[in-house]
């Protein structure tokens, strides 16, 4: 059993920046992959970023590409979402989730991939 919890949502204007964060505990936080979902109100979840086990490999959605980076510090168990140039489209419910990891094939942006949930961090960007 792994829990993730959340931190660091935010009320920003847009053009602004906000970092989120997860913490994991319960099993090996390396074997997992990491990722962070959104949902905003009357829409379904969808992918944001995801990075391997390792850190090797990272995933963006394309709405977020060039404005957020994922990175994680396993010593910490810990993975975090820095967004940068924050636009109203931005604003949802951020899920931070959890793979563990296998050698099979891993579809980052399927949501039916990760094991585990956060609770979920709103973040609001107004214009």
């Known amino acids: 059993q792994v829990q993730l919890v959340e931190s660091g949502e935010g009320l920003v204007q847009a053009g602004g920046s906000l970092t989120l964060s997860c913490s994991a505990s319960g099993r090996t936080f390396s074997v997992y992959d990491m990722g962070w979902f959104r949902q905003a109100p009357g829409k379904e979840r969808e992918f944001v970023a995801a990075?391997?086990?390792?850190?090797?490999?990272?995933y963006y959605a394309d709405a977020v590409k060039g404005r957020f980076t994922i990175s994680r510090d396993n010593a910490k168990n810990t993975v975090f979402l820095q967004m940068n140039s924050l636009t109203p489209e931005d604003t949802a419910v951020y899920y931070c989730v959890a793979h563990f990891h296998r050698n099979t094939d891993y579809n980052p942006k399927n949501v039916h991939e990760y094991d585990y949930w956060g609770q979920g961090t709103q973040v609001t960007v107004s214009s």
């Open positions: 990075i391997s086990w390792s850190g090797g490999s990272t």
